[in-house]
């Protein structure tokens, strides 16, 4: 069964430092998504991307995060300058898009991002 | 603006009793409701979901949920607990009508499931 995969599953970085996470969505998908989950605390959205652009953003993907589609395959998130609390799992998603309605999100295992 | 309350935090029950997982939500249009679950150092694995067809949903795993609009509750329900179901649980909404073609999905806080042998 396809599945969306995250790279690295736990990334330590010191604060100032960019950081890359990658993830690889189901190949026949639309959608692409990016959620973090602070310990302890829900999940939340950060940012929705179709058709090589954004197309959500919620008020925690500020100026220091940006989205990329870098080829066919790839969606990235890009932390410019890390922060103590962007320490969090950050969770990839993937959606189809059926009949004009875009499904269920099938979500990878996550990268946990801890920042020194 | 959409919101999903969980109502417990924290479930136990003993193997083979019946599972109750609490759920409401708020949503502005006509919502799409889902549960999740997330097994320690896992992803987050869909169980059901419900888009606007049978309000009683059957998911992976033995689960179901009911959609009632009237009391704006999606619980979660399974017959007999299974040491296996010990895991966190999330009811997550999504509106529909977004308008942004894209659907952001507002998750509860979770409740975790553990299971007594």
């Known amino acids: 069964e396809p599945e969306v995969t995250q790279t690295p599953s736990h990334q330590v970085t010191q604060m100032g430092q960019e950081v890359i996470l990658r993830c690889v969505p189901i190949?026949?998908?639309?959608?692409f998504y990016w959620y973090r989950q602070i310990l302890g605390q829900k999940v939340e959205f950060l940012v929705s991307f179709y058709n090589n652009e954004i197309s959500e953003k919620s008020e925690i993907f500020d100026d220091q995060f940006s989205v990329e589609r870098p080829d066919g395959s790839n969606f990235t998130l890009k932390i410019r300058s890390t922060k103590l609390e962007d320490s969090a799992m950050y969770f990839c998603?993937?959606?189809?898009?059926?009949?004009?309605?875009?499904?269920?999100?099938?979500f990878g295992p996550g990268t946990r991002l801890t920042v020194t | 603006a959409q919101s999903v309350t969980q109502l417990d935090s924290h479930v136990s029950v003993s193997e083979g009793t019946p599972v109750l997982l609490r759920c409401n939500y708020s949503s502005s249009y006509s919502p799409s409701l889902f549960w999740y679950v997330q097994h320690p150092n896992k992803g987050l694995q869909l169980l059901l979901k419900?888009?606007?067809?049978?309000?009683l949903v059957k998911g992976i795993n033995g689960f179901e949920a009911e959609f009632k609009k009237s009391e704006t509750s999606f619980h979660l329900t399974k017959p007999s607990a299974h040491m296996s179901d010990a895991a966190e649980y999330f009811c997550v909404v999504s509106d529909r009508d977004s308008g942004a073609g894209s659907y952001q999905l507002t998750f509860g806080k979770g409740t975790k499931l553990s299971v007594i042998p």
């Open positions: 190949s026949n998908h639309l959608y």
């Open positions: 419900y888009t606007s067809a049978a309000t």
């Open positions: 998603a993937s959606s189809d898009l059926t009949q004009g309605i875009t499904y269920e999100q099938y």
